[in-house]
């Protein structure tokens, strides 16, 4: 099966600074999903974007989506020391209910 | 606010035993999900679930793997003879609906066959 690809595979800011991650893939979706990880843990779901949505906001988070350039970002704003994790995308093929996760970006935020 | 639960977070298995990964997901939910992430690769899909029966697997799950429904609350993931390549973290997920709909996961169970 096809893989969503992420870049960059790594990070590293200030605190304040503001954080983008992208995530392309190559089918025809339904929607795409962004999860955070720190490290060795759970997934942690951050947001959810439909196939017929261009952009969404939660708190200091901002998804885009590009269904035309099959193309994902995510924006953290005013980035955290708390905000150091792997971020992953991960999105749904039409008809299928499983997700597709991307190979994710290490955030690193530093104080 | 709920939340998917897992046990346990860490098995510590023989080659060739048994295992058997418990998951309770949100109680109103209807989809179950396993997902597996090997240390340092991506998370890869196993097999949904609903309605007492697999909605979609995939080339992972073969015939070593099983998934149960055993009441009410319980979801798991038997392996039924385990190899070193299965050391892995295992993540249950659940989704209220059938629409594309928001997955929620659990902590993992690390799982580590010697």
């Known amino acids: 099966s096809q893989q969503g690809e992420e870049d960059p595979q790594a990070l590293s800011i200030q605190e304040g600074e503001n954080a983008t991650m992208n995530c392309s893939y190559k089918?025809?979706?339904?929607?795409l999903q962004w999860y955070r990880q720190n490290s060795g843990r759970g997934l942690v779901h951050l947001i959810l974007?439909?196939?017929?949505?261009r952009e969404k906001h939660s708190g200091r988070l901002r998804v885009t989506l590009d269904t035309s350039k099959k193309s994902s970002s995510l924006l953290i704003t005013a980035s955290r020391a708390a905000d150091t994790a792997s971020y992953f995308c991960?999105?749904?093929?039409?008809?299928?209910?499983?997700?597709?996760f991307g190979s994710g970006t290490r955030l690193q935020v530093q104080p | 606010e709920p939340e998917v639960t897992q046990t346990p977070s860490h098995q510590v298995t023989q080659m060739g035993q048994e295992v058997i990964l418990r998951c309770v997901p949100i109680?109103?939910?209807?989809?179950f999900y396993w997902y597996r992430q090997i240390l340092g690769q991506k998370v890869e899909f196993l097999v949904s679930?609903?309605?007492?029966?697999?909605?979609?697997k995939s080339e992972i799950f073969d015939d070593q793997f099983s998934v149960e429904r055993p009441d009410g609350s319980n979801f798991t993931l038997k392996i039924r003879s385990t190899k070193l390549e299965d050391s892995a973290m295992y993540f249950c997920?659940?989704?209220?609906?059938?629409?594309?709909?928001?997955?929620?996961f659990g902590p993992g169970t690390r799982l580590t066959v010697l």
């Open positions: 997920a659940s989704s209220e609906s059938w629409g594309p709909d928001t997955q929620y």
């Open positions: 679930f609903y309605n007492n029966e697999i909605s979609e």
């Open positions: 991960a999105y749904m093929d039409t008809g299928r209910r499983a997700l597709t």
């Open positions: 109680s109103n939910h209807l989809y």
């Open positions: 089918t025809s979706i339904n929607n």
């Open positions: 974007i439909r196939s017929n949505e």
